[in-house]
Structure formats: C-alpha cells, structure tokens
T-cell receptor, first 118, second 114 residues
Framework: AQTVTQSQPEMSVQEAETVTLSCTYDTSESDYYLFWYKQPPSRQMILVIRQEAYKQQNATENRFSVNFQKAAKSFSLKISDSQLGDAAMYFCAFYRGMSGGSNYKLTFGKGTLLTVNP | DTGVSQDPRHKITKRGQNVTFRCDPISEHNRLYWYRQTLGQGPEFLTYFQNEAQLEKSRLLSDRFSAERPKGSFSTLEIQRTEQGDSAMYLC????????????FGPGTRLTVL
C-alpha cells in the first residue's frame, strides 16, 4: 500500500516571498503520478500541479513548481511570489499508474495549512 | 465547462436517519469517485465508478453505505442509519478517460449527525 507523508502541519510565509511545502511517499511502483491540491477554507479542492513519475523534468504551473526526487521519494511544492489567495490547506496525493493494475484512488497526505501574512 | 457539482452542500440529520447525496460529474467524464474527509485529515477513498459499473469499494464503505450511478451520469451516495461517526465532508470527483489519473473535485457535502 502507498503512503503519503506531509511532515509540516502548518507553514507561514510573507506575501511576495517563497515557501516550500514538503511531501514524501512510499511505494514499490515505478509508474505513478503525484499531485498537489489546494483546499481554501470552506471551498473546494483545486488541482495545483501534476507530475508524471517517468518524467525527470519538474512540473511548473505559473508561480507553482515542484522538486521531484524519485530516488528519495520526495515531492515538494514551491510557491513563488506568495499571494494572500494562496492561503489554504495543501494536500499531496499519489496515484498508481496503469501498469499497477486496477487501482483508481488518490492517496492523500494529511495536509499542510499555509498562512500568508500581509 | 461546468465543474463537478454536489447537492446538498450541507446536511444535518439525527442519528439513525437515512441521507442521500448527489454528485454530477463533469460532462463526458466516465470515471467518478467518492471520498470522505474528516477534520484535519486528507480525503479517504470510498468507491469508484467507471460509467455505471462500481469497480472498487474501500473497506471504509460499510454495509450502511451504498452508491449508485444508474445511467453512467450522476451518482448518489446513501448512508442508512446514520451514526455520529459518519459526520464528515463527502467529496465527489471525476476524471476523463484520456487522463484518468487527474481527478477534479466538487465542493463536497458536509454531513453533521446529531
């Protein structure tokens, strides 16, 4: 079974600064996908970024980028130029790829609550 | 392109009552998922549909829970004889065939069992 660990329950950052959220995972699979989702207070889960494990290049989406270290099973999220609207709970999630057989679920970490200070 | 919608957004019920939630996935998304999220935790998988077929169920889905997707479009999740431990946010997600790994979530139904 896969596990996802987010070791930082809470983080804070000053507006316009950069923050990095950590995520590690445990799997014996070689084909998988990793995600970061954002869940603002009382609002729905939004996909932030997606990484395919077979791709060495780190994914980027505007101010959001990841540092994917496959051997270390580490998948951190960097938010540059932080904005007040970035304040949310951030979840790291794992999805086993097609070669892993029938498995359809996302496995989530417990989340990191990000506060952005003005 | 409308997103995943869920109804109701909030439900308060008394212990022992039955409740039913509805999820409408993104149009043409064949894959639909239900998750449960309790306070301070990440979502936990409950069940998965491909079209109208329920292909996977978590052990979290006790006998009191049942889910359907009768015509491969919307889905319902019913909880019978609710217990206080059922209080949680119930999330629905959908994904397309061409990128089945990427799930898009609805706003959730927050259930409170008194």
């Amino acid at each position: 079974a896969q596990t996802v660990t987010q070791s930082q329950p809470e983080m804070s950052v000053q507006e316009a600064e950069t923050v990095t959220l950590s995520c590690t995972y445990d799997t014996s699979e070689s084909d998988y996908y990793l995600f970061w989702y954002k869940q603002p207070p009382s609002r729905q889960m939004i996909l932030v970024i997606r990484q395919e494990a077979y791709k060495q290049q780190n994914a980027t989406e505007n101010r959001f980028s990841v540092n994917f270290q496959k051997a270390a099973k580490s998948f951190s999220l960097k938010i540059s130029d932080s904005q007040l609207g970035d304040a949310a709970m951030y979840f790291c999630a794992f999805y086993r790829g097609m070669s892993g057989g029938s498995n359809y679920k996302l496995t989530f970490g417990k989340g990191t609550l990000l506060t952005v200070n003005p | 392109d409308t997103g995943v919608s869920q109804d109701p957004r909030h439900k308060i019920t008394k212990r022992g009552q039955n409740v039913t939630f509805r999820c409408d996935p993104i149009s043409e998304h064949n894959r639909l998922y239900w998750y449960r999220q309790t306070l301070g935790q990440g979502p936990e998988f409950l069940t998965y549909f491909q079209n109208e077929a329920q292909l996977e169920k978590s052990r979290l889905l006790s006998d009191r829970f049942s889910a359907e997707r009768p015509k491969g479009s919307f889905s319902t999740l019913e909880i019978q004889r609710t217990e206080q431990g059922d209080s949680a946010m119930y999330l629905c997600a959908s994904s397309p065939d061409y990128r089945r790994d990427t799930q898009y979530f609805g706003p959730g139904t927050r259930l409170t069992v008194l």
